[in-house]
């Protein structure tokens, strides 16, 4: 899941009504010391050229909350793991489902080799679950709710960063 600074992401996503938005993902080229002592990457999302809100953001070690995983360095399917932390705010989990059994459709293309699939939960909202597809070298490609009536989002496009 590559994380380059400079490097650009549009989504589409689609909501169960239809509406559709894109959301562009930014690794800026700055660092920031968070609380735990972590230097860190910032990465800015932004919707239909809007700065999403700030609603439900923390910071490891403030408040009692802990850093995550976005993805294993090297993924095998299994148990789960915490993507972020912070009790009754943010509990999402993941799990590596499947790693080169599966092909995925995206905006961006098709991809049949190598492509990881996850299965992300919010203890917070029981109900809520979404698939996600991953190529190596690309990340996200696809994300689909399977908690409703088929919310998604879609890589249109990765800029590599350098």
Known sequence: MPVRPGSRRVHLETSSDGRRQGVVVTVTKKTKMIANGVRA???RDFRDGGLVDRAGSFE????????????????????????????????????V???????????????????LMTR????????????????????QLLAVHTDGPGERAGLISPTPGG
Do not use: N
């Not at 976005?70 to 509990?91: K, N």
């Open 41 to 43: 990457r910032v990465v």
């Open 60 to 95: 490891a070690g403030v408040d009692g909350a802990q850093a995550g995983i976005a993805m294993p360095a090297d993924p095998v399917p299994g148990p789960s793991y915490r993507q972020e932390f912070h009790a009754g705010e943010a509990e999402d989990r993941a799990a």
């Open 97 to 115: 489902i499947t790693v080169g059994e599966e092909q995925v459709e995206a905006p961006f293309g098709h991809f049949a080799e190598d492509v």
């Open 120 to 139: 992300d939960l919010v203890p917070t909202e029981p109900k809520v679950e979404e698939l996600k597809l991953y190529a190596p070298g690309v990340g």
